[in-house]
């Protein structure tokens, strides 16, 4: 079996103290980490306290962005290098809030993409269609442009390093149209059949196989069962339900019963 992916999106949430609480609380040991792999996304400015909290224990961090340029007057930026140096192992990139709020095409997240790949940061590719577009009936043209952009150039050989988040915008908990519900399980699936088949045009059936394709979009511990039991769900990004230990721990153990 694959191992599944947790990651904790915790957006500009957290700070010291409630990160500190979060690690008091937070069970390590209660993990089975041969099935599944946990990701910290933390503000920068605690990726370091986040490492530090982790200790020895088997997870890792991921930034929740980076910028293309390697150094320079690029004030309130930072990059791929600089994410390394503090211990990232991976990087959240187009994210639909760097979308909407920092106006993100997909032309500037596939240069992200090749920048992080070239500092041997995992990129975790995040992309889903709007409320509109959903209404429309567009979501399949929606994911299949975003794919074909942000994976323009990347070599067959760079996509073992890539995750692939699908996350509907519209059941963001925090999106203005969601009214706190999740995608189905059974829907999820659908689109997540449909990036496979996607990447296997891009690539081939190896990388279509290989690839981690997770969901993410009001996911919580009531939830998750019913999207680990999807065949081409590889996976969850968690914001909201992400932010206290008893609920992430929680989320984490009903992932595959
Ligand atoms: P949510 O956020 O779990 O709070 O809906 C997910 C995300 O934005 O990555």
Not at 67 to 84: M, R
Not at 168 to 176: M, R, S
Not at 177 to 197: L, Y
């Amino acid at each position: 079996m694959k191992k599944n992916y947790i990651i904790a999106n915790w957006k500009m949430n957290l700070d010291m103290m409630s990160l500190k609480i979060f690690f008091n609380h937070f069970k390590f040991d209660e993990i089975d980490t041969n099935k599944k792999k946990i990701i910290f996304s933390p503000s920068f400015v605690f990726i370091q306290k986040t490492i530090e909290l982790i200790g020895s224990n088997d997870a890792q961090v991921a930034g929740q962005n980076l910028f293309w340029e390697p150094k320079g007057a690029f004030t309130g930026e930072i990059s791929a290098k600089q994410l390394t140096d503090m211990g990232c192992e991976y990087v959240i990139v187009g994210h639909s809030e760097r979308r909407e709020i920092f106006k993100e095409t997909d032309e500037m997240i596939n240069i992200k993409i090749k920048v992080a790949l070239q500092h041997k940061l995992k990129p975790i590719l995040c992309l889903g269609e709007n409320y509109e577009e959903k209404e429309q009936g567009l979501t399949k043209k929606i994911i299949e442009r975003k794919l074909s952009i942000c994976l323009n150039e990347i070599p067959a050989g760079e996509m073992r390093h890539v995750i692939i988040a699908y996350e509907p915008v519209w059941a963001i908990c925090t999106n203005i149209h969601n009214t706190g519900q999740s995608d189905t399980p059974e829907s999820a699936q659908v689109v997540h059949k449909f990036i496979r088949k996607n990447i296997a045009g891009l690539y081939n059936l190896v990388v279509a196989e290989k690839i981690p394709v997770i969901y993410g979009g009001s996911v919580n511990p009531d939830n998750v069962n019913g999207f680990s039991k999807m065949d081409d769900i590889n996976g969850v990004l968690v914001g909201g339900a992400s932010k206290e230990a008893s609920s992430f721990q929680k989320l984490i153990s009903n992932y595959f019963i």
